[in-house]
């Protein structure tokens, strides 16, 4: 077996309108695809990456608070420098919390944040 990559991410949200609204509008996702049967939830899109976002209105979702030694569980968008530079601009527009980021990591700069329900996510751009 040879894989080709990742075809998706899925996520548990809350509300799923709420979460539909920070990708599209914050992260530039587009709306893929929407199911009717089961769960409710949607695909969506960006660049060739998909994110399925199921909707558990009584999640409980338990937060990391910070980057630990015993792990961080989370996912990162790779971005290129001018576009981590306008990201970090509009998460600041946005008052989403981005810690004390920018800071360097993995040879490059990141911000980590959270979306709508507590899912840690990142912004990263590798150094040139």
């Known amino acids: 077996m040879q894989l080709e990559g990742i075809h998706h991410i899925a996520l548990n949200v809350c509300d799923l309108s709420r979460a539909e609204q920070f990708y599209v509008e914050v992260l530039g996702f587009k709306v893929v695809k929407r199911f009717?049967?089961?769960?409710?939830?949607?695909?969506?899109?960006?660049?060739?990456?998909?994110?399925?976002?199921?909707?558990?209105?009584?999640?409980?979702?338990?937060?990391?608070?910070?980057?630990?030694e015993t792990g961080y569980m989370h996912f990162a968008f790779k971005v290129e420098y001018g576009q981590f530079l306008l990201a970090v601009e509009k998460f600041r527009d946005k008052n989403i919390n981005i810690g004390d980021g920018p800071?360097?990591?993995?040879?490059?700069?990141?911000?980590?944040f959270q979306d709508s329900?507590?899912?840690?996510?990142?912004?990263?751009?590798?150094?040139k």
């Open 36 to 68: 009717s049967k089961g769960l409710r939830h949607l695909m969506l899109g960006v660049g060739s990456s998909y994110i399925a976002l199921f909707e558990v209105p009584h999640l409980a979702i338990t937060s990391v608070e910070i980057l630990s």
């Open 103 to 112: 800071v360097r990591r993995g040879g490059g700069d990141s911000v980590c």
């Open 117 to 127: 329900d507590g899912n840690h996510l990142e912004i990263h751009c590798d150094d």
